[in-house]
Structures are given as structure tokens and as C-alpha cells.
């Protein structure tokens, strides 16, 4: 599973990062994050609402700052 | 009757029987003025963005991207600049909406329609506006830009500039057809309610400070003051607004309380009209930001339209409404 979190370098999208690497960590997760700042990288993924949370190459957060339960939830629902 | 009505009293009670300032004194309308401002202004601003939030929810910049592919060259515009309305904008996401747009298909004119009402038709300027010039000042602001940035986008297609941007912005394409993870409505609601409180604690500090200057205008410089440098029969102080304007974008909550008191001491509302489209429709940071993905002669070509169309708003308001 690949998970990544792609943003402008603007703090919000940092804050996702941190807390998508805690939420990992808490899950007991085998798996690093990826920080991706390449606006080309984004775009190409559909999206242009940044932070993103994307598992798999699928965005599945754009645009907000979801807390720390949302995220592990969201990454749960992606495993199964 | 007067919707805040209700708060007039309120800042009269504060002003003469809390403060105890003896009425009629230039102190008295000063605080009288800061006091009703504000309150009125914060109640619009949490009020309106909540509100515009929720809509937006339903409307991302992915959508609209949707919508706007399927449009053919002059609905485009006009949609493009009616989903600017809604959208928010800052210098970071000018890029990737740029390319998003572009790069899956959206003609580059209808990408400036959308790329100037979105910054210049902002739910902060509107709160401002609303709230101390009234609702037809808004109005005639919302439809005057709706018109810069529908022509301004027309006209950018019709000229072909498509080789005026960056090489690689066409060697990239993309499929706009992606599926965002659906919300919920307790998430639309959170998302409207946290986005609120951030442009609130944002703009807080610029509002009170605008009006605060904006009072101390009202209470102490005199009618009129103004009117001899900047009525509307000056011709040069629409153009030399507009200039003032283009550095100022990040303030646009400070500015325009600052400039409602203008108007009062004699700036004409053409002018004043003309400044506040400057201050947040031409912004020096975006135009930096944009030069990563297009040629600086497009960013000037593109900023000279939108330029002559805000003088000639400005001119045709202090003609209309003097």
C-alpha cells in the first residue's frame, strides 16, 4: 500500500502530513508516507484542491483538514 | 426597517451610557461608528462565508472543472465567472487550477474568466461591501465584475495566446474526470464551520484595524476634505487608484472599511468602486506565482485587460452615480 500526501508546501498540507504519519504510526502500519510537493504531481491526479491524502494513487481527502480519527478511518476503509 | 437596526441601539447604549461620552461629540461618533461597524461586520463574515462554505462543498474546483469542459466558448465565460464567485483564492492555488483547468481541456480563455472573478469576487470583499456600503454597491460590484472577467476572458481566447504559456503546461495532459471521495453533511457542515473560523482569524486583526482608521475618518476629517483631489471630476483619480490598488490584495479587509470613509470626505464612488477591484482583482504576488506557467507577456497582456476594464468601471460609476 502506498500512501502519500500531496500538497503545495503551504501549512496546512504539512499539518495532514503529520498527522497521516501519526495515524499510520498508531495503526501499527508497515508502510512510510510520502510527501509530495510536485504541483504537477497533483494535478495529474485529478485533483486541485490541496492537501490531498492519496492511498494507492487515489485521492481519497482533497481540499480539507480532516482530524486524526477521519484519517485513520479513511485509511482503515482503504486496507480492507 | 433596518435589519441591524437592533445593533445601532446597541453601539448607542455602549457609546453614551456605558462609556458615558457626552453625545454629539466627535469622540461620541467615532466610537458610535467603530462600535456598530464592527459588530455588524463580524456577524456578516461569520454569517456569509458559513453559508457560502455549504455551497461550495457541493462545487470544487474538480466539478467545475467538469462542468466547464462540456461548455462551448461563451457559456464557458459566463459560467467561469459565476463559479469564480464561489471559489476562493489564494496565490498558492493559482497554479494547480491553472494547470488542472488547462491541461484537461478547459479553453485558456474560459481559464481567465475564471482565474480573475475568482480572486476578485471574493466572499470578503462581498461582506465588506454589503456591509458598509449597502446592498446595491455590492450588486453593482458583483455584476461590473462578472462583466471584467467574462470579457476579459473572451478576449484573451479570441487573441490565440495559447503560445504565450509554458511549453510543458500542453505536454502534460491530464484526465479531468476524477472521483472525489463524497462528503457527508456533518462533514460539509464541519468543513463550512472550520473554514469560517480560519478566514475569521485571518482577517480579524485587518478589520478592526480598517475600521477603527475608518472611524477616526468619520469623526474627525472633515466632509468634503477629499473632494478636491479625488471627486469624480478628477480625471487621473481612477487610473491613480487603480495603481494604489495592485499591491494591496492580502488587505482587502482592511482596505475597504478604510476607503468606506473615504467616500464620505469626497472620493467618488467610481473611483472608490474602481480601487477596491483593483485591490483585490490585480494582485502583484499572483502575477508572480503565475509566471511558472506562462510567459510574463501574457501575465501583462492579461492584467492590462483586466486593468482597463476596472478604469473603465470606475469612469462609467463616476459618471452614473454622482
Known sequence: ?80 | MDIFYPLQLLADWLTYNVFNIAPKTLLAGAVDFFINDTIKIFILLSVIIFFVSIVRSYLPPEKIRKVLSHKNKYTGNIVASLLGIITPFCSCSAIPLFLGFVQAGVPLGVTFSFLVASPMINEVALVMLLGLFGWKIALIYIFSGLIISILSGIIIGKMKLENLVEPFVYQNKINGNVDLPKMTRKERIIYARDYTLDILKRVWLYVIIGIGVGAWIHGYVPADFLAQYAGSGKWYAVPLAVLIGIPLYSNAAGVIPLVSALTEKGVSMGTTLAFMMSVTGLSLPEFMILKKVMKTKLIIIFASIVGIGIIFTGYLFNFILR
Not at chain 1, 498527522?19 to 504537477?40: F, N, P, R, S
Open chain 1, 1 to 80: 500500500m502506498i500512501i502519500q500526501v500531496l500538497g503545495s508546501g503551504c501549512p496546512t498540507c504539512k499539518k495532514l502530513f503529520e498527522l497521516t504519519k501519526q495515524a499510520v504510526g498508531e495503526l501499527g502500519l508497515e508502510t512510510d508516507v510520502e510527501y509530495i510537493t510536485d504541483i504537477q504531481e497533483i494535478v495529474k491526479m485529478g485533483v486541485m484542491s490541496t492537501p490531498v491524502l492519496a492511498i494507492d494513487g487515489k485521492p481519497v481527502i482533497a481540499g480539507s483538514l480532516p482530524d486524526i480519527k477521519k484519517i485513520k478511518e479513511t485509511i482503515k476503509e482503504a486496507i480492507k
